[in-house]
């Protein structure tokens, strides 16, 4: 298993927390870098040099993306018990630059990386 999908799965656990929700979303509204939170949640371990450069080099409007889908399914987590990481990830091992794509499933943003 590649960094990626280990940080995937620990954000998962983590994501599921009302007090972590609601820092994520605290440091979302103040647009906090996403590698700044990456090393504020402790992930620091799990996410390589490639996966490093991959989050930094990611595009404004692929950031923009991250935090609409994030803050979106923070917002419906205070209504439901159903939590979801609106992320969707295959990858295994990052070698380059991804793509992050807005997307909707079940009506909700995520977005999806390539």
Do not use: K, Y
């Not at 298993?1 to 620990?10: D, E, Y």
């Amino acid at each position: 298993m590649g960094p990626g999908l280990s940080a995937v799965q620990r954000a998962t656990e983590l994501f599921s927390d009302p007090a972590v929700r609601a820092q994520v979303r605290a440091w979302h509204t103040e647009n906090v870098p996403l590698i700044d939170m990456v090393d504020r949640l402790g992930f620091t371990d799990l996410v390589d040099n490639a996966l490093r450069a991959a989050i930094t080099g990611l595009s404004p409007a692929e950031v923009s993306s991250v935090r609409t889908a994030f803050l979106a399914e923070i917002e419906r987590a205070a209504q439901s018990r159903q939590i979801i990481m609106p992320v969707e990830c295959a990858l295994t091992e990052v070698t380059g630059p991804v793509t992050v794509t807005p997307a909707e499933v079940d009506g909700r943003p995520i977005v999806r990386v390539t």
